[in-house]
């Protein structure tokens, strides 16, 4: 340490964050939410696609979208699943839903391609290439909705196309199923009668109605009978029975122009008043006739047959037996984090006057409601999080991981803004008087990537630096790109950090070796970064004598 950090190192008051790890597990198991801990790791994931102002690569119409999901495995990209293809349409939402196992503690890297259908071949080479879009999957968990710019194979856009992915974690396992049919319902075919198939919409977060499922379609009839389908309860309605969902009937086009024939609004509670023997028939209502026309009564009725609610115990809730998880306390008492909160600890401790250190979780399920917080005392108490030395730090971490169920995704930016807004107040310092280091412990999974950017970039203008300290042996090139050793990091607004104040240090690297080696590693920024910020201050050290 040079001397001018340690007259600068005298009178710092830092505040060291041990954040628990945050990358915690999910589950489906319905609310109370099962046993607590670190045994189950998995989520089932819903996924909705959207396009927007695809690619036109039909002469004489418009293209006939699909989409194909691919995982990244081994190095390779493995189709999961695709969609239905959405006729003449280039704003299509397709009503296929992906599901997919979400492992919290994994990059799982996704890659979605929409592809014009030409042929009726399942080779996608046969078909004309509209875009793509690649992230992983926490990245989608995180931000529950995201719209991103559709790529070409040589990286450029794919003129204006986007897509929208929306995310549905199914930790309700509850499933609703339907026995639907209409009666006399609009005329809309010029030589026939209709097609009729049904659509369900529920509202998204942003106020729009958002497709939830489609119905097959039934020809030429107006008094159609659809097949019973089922759906689970939390991808139509968000597990909440009074949420009001709309139901849209339409005939079907094979050009995709599909006639607008009514709707109606209900809820799943007012669904299940239906019975076998006494079913709920809705008025469909179309808006448009029904100002025009006086005598207006209806466009056809929509008969709900049968509405019944159940659980579906055929997902996996993971092999509880397994000590999978890196939260996983062995025999002898440790894990690894444990092992990275003693050695880091101790090296840190050694900078702060009274020892007193704040320890917050994040990414976890509390007791007794059991909702997901990212900002939580780890010794339950939120008025006094304190712990006393590291031992106080390990004692509370220890304690406190039988009672929380640990829960995901893994967002890194709400910790930081937490630090920040402390550090923001320290500066109308008028001494070198305090300076904040929050350390976080992480197995290097990072859903929050832009946020996490971001909020950085804001905090290279304050009295703080970050300490990351990668456990397990997981990919870190997250953490080593918020290093910014080799580059500038940019917040994704485009603003540059002011400075670098991220250390990431990956502890398998040091399993083996002298304390002291990891105390270099851990604290070979950190002097510079603390002088560089007074300086750029102008503030002097406490106690310092006037040159």
Not at 277 to 300: D, H, T, V
Not at 307 to 323: H, L, R, Y
Not at 324 to 348: C, D, F, K, M, R
Request: charged share 20%.
């Amino acid at each position: 340490m040079t001397r001018a950090g340690e007259e600068q190192r005298q009178g710092l008051t830092e505040c060291l964050e041990l954040l628990p790890p945050e990358s915690m597990a999910y589950t489906v198991t319905p609310a109370p939410p099962g046993p607590v801990g670190s045994q189950y790791c998995v989520c089932k994931v819903e996924l909705s696609i959207c396009g927007q102002n695809l690619l036109d690569r039909d002469v004489t119409s418009k293209s006939d979208p699909f989409c194909v999901l691919f995982m990244e495995v081994n190095g390779k990209w493995v189709e999961l699943d695709r969609t239905e293809t959405a006729v003449n349409n280039l704003n299509p939402a397709f009503a296929k839903k992906f599901i997919i196992d979400y492992h919290f503690e994994e990059v799982q890297k996704l890659k979605f391609a929409l592809f014009d259908q030409d042929k009726s071949s399942t080779q996608l080479y046969e078909h004309d290439f509209l875009g793509e879009f690649s992230c992983t999957l926490g990245m989608i968990v995180s931000s529950k909705k995201i719209t991103r710019t559709l790529l070409l194979g040589n990286g450029k856009p794919a003129g204006k196309g986007m897509i929208t992915i929306a995310a549905q974690e199914l930790s309700d396992n509850r499933v609703i199923t339907l026995s639907m049919a209409g009666r006399k319902l609009d005329k809309k075919d010029l030589f026939g009668k209709s097609d009729p198939f049904l659509e369900f919409h529920k509202p998204g977060d942003d106020g729009k109605w958002m497709l939830v499922h489609r119905t097959e379609v039934i020809k030429y009839t107006l008094d159609p009978v659809w097949k019973p389908f089922t759906v689970p309860l939390v991808s139509l309605c968000d597990g909440d029975v009074e949420k009001l969902i709309k139901v849209v009937c339409y005939d079907y086009d094979s050009d995709g122009g599909h006639d607008f024939i009514g709707e109606f609004q209900t809820s799943v509670a007012r669904l299940c008043e239906a019975q076998d023997a006494s079913p709920l028939e809705l008025e469909c209502i179309n808006p448009k006739k029904q100002k025009k026309k006086k005598n207006y009564k209806n466009s056809g009725i929509i008969i709900v047959k049968s509405c019944k609610v159940g659980i579906d115990f055929t997902a996996s809730n993971g092999n509880p037996q397994e000590p999978s998880s890196l939260h996983y306390i062995n025999p002898l008492g440790t894990n690894e984090y444990l092992s990275a909160i003693w050695a880091v600890g101790q090296i840190i401790q050694d900078y702060d006057s009274d020892k007193m250190f704040p320890a917050l979780g994040f990414g976890a399920q509390l007791p007794p409601d059991w909702k997901v917080s990212h900002e939580f005392a780890i010794n339950f108490n939120p008025r006094n999080p304190f712990c006393s030395g590291v031992e106080g730090i390990v004692q509370a971490y220890s304690a406190c991981l039988p009672h929380i169920r640990f829960y995901g995704p893994t967002n890194f930016s709400p910790i930081i803004n937490h630090v920040a807004r402390f550090a923001a107040q320290a500066t109308q310092q008028e001494t070198a008087s305090q300076y904040f280091i929050l350390l976080i412990i992480t197995d290097g999974v990072i859903s929050d990537m832009d946020e996490t950017r971001h909020a950085v970039v804001q905090a290279s203008k304050l009295p703080m630096s970050i300490i990351i300290v990668g456990v397990g042996n997981a990919d870190f090139a997250a953490m080593e790109f918020l290093d910014g050793d080799s580059r500038v990091l940019h917040s994704y607004t485009g603003e540059e950090a002011v400075r670098d104040i991220v250390q990431f240090v990956p502890f398998r690297n040091f399993r083996n070796v002298p304390k002291e080696t990891l105390a270099k590693a851990v604290l070979a920024e950190l002097p510079q970064q603390v002088v560089q910020y007074f300086k750029h201050q102008n503030l002097p050290p406490i106690n310092s004598e006037p040159a």
